[in-house]
C-alpha cells in the first residue's frame, strides 16, 4: 500500500470512529461532551443495553428556567440496574385530600397494576432521593400472585404536584412517565385538610404543632380562616397589580415566579400564616404549568376527585386509558353499601374494598355557609384559569356546600 493509501485508510478510521460516536450521541450530548460535560454521554442507550450496574445522570438537560438554587437542589441521582422493570411507570402526583388513596387503592384491583408499598415521597423530599434509586427500588419488590403479566407500577405520593423538584428529577428518572394529578372542589380540600391536620396533631402523629397554628378547633380554625380570606384576598389583589400587569394571567405568571423562589404564599418560612398555606395548595394552574415544563401534555392527566364519592368509575376509565392499563374496572365494579355513602371496590368473587378508616373525615362535617362562599369567590377565577386557560377544557362544576341552595 502506498503513502496516499495509508493515509486514505486512517483517515477512514477516523471517520468511522466518529460516526460511531455521533451515532451513540446526539448533536446536544456531543456539543455538550466537547465542551467538557460528558455526563450524558450514551446514558440512556447503555441503560438500554444493560451495561452497567449504574449510570451516570442526568439522561436530559436541566431545565433552563429554574432558579440557580433549585437546580443545584435537583442533585440528579444515578439510575440503576434492571431499572426498566421495576420502576413506576406512572405515578399519582396529587393532590392532598383530593382522592389520590380511592385512585390508588381502586388501580390496585386492576389485574396488571402494582402499587408500591407506601407513599415514598421520594422525589421532593431529599432525604429520601439522596438513598438514590436502589433506595426507591425496594417501594417495588412486593410480590403479588394475583397480578397478570404484562404488569406495571406505580407509585402515590401526594404531595408532589406541588414541588419543585419533583418534576425534573421524574423526568431525570423517565421523559415517558405518566403522570396523574386528582384535582378537587378547593373549599372541601380546604375543610379535609384541617381535618386531617387534627386528627394526627390529636394523635401525636405529627411532631410539629400545626394545629395551635391555625385552630385548634373547627370553630376557630373558622375563625382564623375568615380573617385570612381577607389579608390573603388583599396580598393577591397587590401581586395582580404590582407584580402582574393587573389581569389574571399577569397574576399567575407573578405567582409562578413566587413559586420557584418558594416566596409567599408558597415558601414555608416565607409564609408566617400557616392558612395561607393551605389554601395556595389550591393554585393548581401555577403547578399544573410548572409540570408542563417537564412533560408533555399526552402525558399529564388531570381528572376531578370529587368524581370518586359518586361516579368513581369515570375517573377510574380516564386514567386506565391514560397509562395504558386494559378498561377493566367500570361501573360494575362499584358497590353503594348499606350505610356507607361513598362508593366501594368490588371484585368478581364478590369481595369488597372500602378505602379504610382515616377517609372520609369530611362528609359529616362542614364549613359555615359566609366561610364557604368566601372561599369560592378566592377561587374561582383560579379554578377557572385552570380549566379553561391552562387545560382548554369546561370549568369544574365546583360547589361544594352551595349544592341545596
Ligand atoms: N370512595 C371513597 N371512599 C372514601 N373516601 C373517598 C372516596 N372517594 C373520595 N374520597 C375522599 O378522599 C379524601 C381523602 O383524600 P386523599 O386520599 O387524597 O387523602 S391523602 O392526601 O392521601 O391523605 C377523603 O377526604 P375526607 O373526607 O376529608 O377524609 C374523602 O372525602
Redesign the pocket.
Known amino acids: 500500500m502506498g503513502r496516499y493509501g495509508k493515509a486514505y485508510t486512517i483517515s477512514n478510521v477516523i471517520l468511522s470512529m466518529y460516526v460511531t460516536v455521533f451515532c451513540i450521541m446526539n448533536r446536544n450530548e456531543l456539543k455538550q461532551c466537547w465542551q467538557g460535560d460528558c455526563r450524558n454521554f450514551g446514558a440512556a442507550k447503555l441503560l438500554d443495553m444493560g451495561q452497567r450496574e449504574t449510570i451516570a445522570g442526568p439522561t436530559l438537560e436541566p431545565s433552563t428556567s429554574l432558579p440557580p438554587a433549585i437546580e443545584a437542589e435537583i442533585d440528579y441521582q444515578p439510575l440503576v440496574e434492571n431499572f426498566e422493570i421495576w420502576s413506576p411507570k406512572f405515578i399519582i402526583t396529587g393532590?392532598?385530600?383530593?382522592?389520590?388513596?380511592?385512585a390508588?387503592t381502586f388501580l390496585g384491583e386492576h389485574p396488571n397494576a402494582i402499587p408500591a408499598s407506601g407513599?415514598a415521597y421520594f422525589f421532593n423530599k431529599d432525604k429520601f432521593y439522596t438513598q438514590g434509586f436502589t433506595y426507591y427500588r425496594k417501594y417495588f419488590l412486593r410480590r403479588y400472585r394475583d397480578k397478570l403479566e404484562p404488569f406495571i407500577h406505580y407509585e402515590?405520593s401526594?404531595t408532589y404536584y406541588r414541588s419543585l423538584t419533583a418534576p425534573p428529577r421524574m423526568r431525570h428518572m423517565n421523559e415517558t412517565l405518566k403522570i396523574v394529578n386528582?384535582v378537587c372542589d378547593n373549599v372541601?380540600r380546604t375543610?379535609?385538610r384541617y381535618?386531617?391536620i387534627k386528627t394526627h396533631t390529636d394523635d401525636g402523629h405529627f411532631v410539629h404543632n400545626h394545629l395551635s397554628l391555625i385552630g385548634t378547633t373547627l370553630e376557630s380554625f373558622q375563625v382564623n380562616l375568615r380573617n385570612t380570606i381577607k389579608v390573603f384576598g388583599a396580598f393577591l389583589e397587590d401581586v395582580k397589580n404590582n407584580e402582574g400587569d393587573g389581569t389574571m394571567d399577569g397574576l399567575i405568571k407573578a405567582l409562578t415566579y413566587r413559586f420557584k423562589y418558594k416566596m409567599r404564599p408558597f415558601g414555608i418560612r416565607a409564609t408566617p400564616d400557616k392558612i395561607e398555606l393551605i389554601l395556595s395548595d389550591g393554585f393548581y394552574a401555577v403547578f399544573h404549568q410548572y409540570w408542563q415544563q417537564f412533560f408533555p401534555d399526552d402525558q399529564l392527566l388531570v381528572v376531578d376527585?370529587?368524581q370518586?364519592?359518586k361516579t368513581?368509575w369515570e375517573p377510574m376509565i380516564e386514567i386506565q386509558k391514560h397509562v395504558g392499563l386494559s378498561e377493566t374496572i367500570n361501573e360494575s365494579s362499584f358497590v353503594f353499601r348499606d350505610g356507607m355513602d361513598?362508593?366501594?371496590f368490588i371484585d368478581a368473587q364478590k369481595n369488597v374494598n372500602?378505602?379504610g378508616g382515616?377517609?372520609?373525615?369530611?362528609?359529616h362535617k362542614t364549613l359555615d355557609l359566609d366561610v364557604i362562599r368566601a372561599l369560592h369567590e378566592l377561587y374561582r377565577p383560579f379554578d377557572n384559569y385552570f380549566s379553561q386557560k391552562v387545560l382548554k377544557r369546561a370549568s369544574w362544576q365546583w360547589n361544594y356546600g352551595l349544592e341545596d341552595l
Open positions: 393532590v392532598m385530600k383530593c382522592g389520590t388513596g380511592a390508588h407513599e402515590k401526594p386528582v372541601k375543610l379535609s381535618l386531617h376527585g370529587g370518586f364519592l368513581p361513598v362508593p366501594c372500602c378505602l382515616d377517609k372520609g373525615r369530611s362528609l
